[in-house]
């Protein structure tokens, strides 16, 4: 059983930089596909970043391409989202999720997904740029 722990959200100005972690189960790193997600209230939950265990490969949703950077520590059973050059519009609670799968290629490659099928969800973290 997968389980995911965030942490690292809090409240930062316009311009800053903040990173989150989610604590994972061992070996999960390595074997799903790893994810960030946001939702502010009364939206869908977006998907921010995906990371694919074996060839690393890291996806960015649009908004966030060049501020933030997803990285895990296998080793650490950690995984992390930089987030550079924040936003008032990045404001959300922030999800870390773990799936078999992940995104569809064509919504990689379009730069926008959803959570709907992912497997497993921490319990978020609240990120407010003001």
């Known amino acids: 059983h997968v389980q995911l722990v965030e942490s690292g959200g809090e409240s930062v100005q316009t311009g800053g930089s903040l990173t989150l972690s989610c604590t994972t189960s061992?070996?999960?790193?390595?074997?799903?596909?790893m994810g960030w997600f946001r939702q502010t209230p009364g939206e869908d939950r977006e998907g921010v970043a995906a990371l694919f265990p074996f060839n690393k490969q890291a996806y960015y949703t649009n908004s966030v391409k060049s501020r933030f950077s997803i990285s895990g520590d296998s080793a650490r059973n950690t995984l992390y989202l930089q987030m550079n050059d924040l936003k008032p519009d990045d404001t959300a609670m922030y999800y870390c999720?773990?799936?078999?799968?992940?995104?569809?290629?064509?919504?990689?490659?379009?730069?926008?997904?959803?959570?709907?099928?992912?497997?497993?969800w921490g319990q978020g973290t609240q990120v407010t740029v003001s």
């Open positions: 999720a773990a799936d078999t799968e992940g995104p569809a290629p064509e919504a990689l490659a379009w730069g926008s997904w959803s959570g709907n099928t992912w497997s497993y």
């Open positions: 061992p070996n999960t790193i390595s074997h799903y596909v």
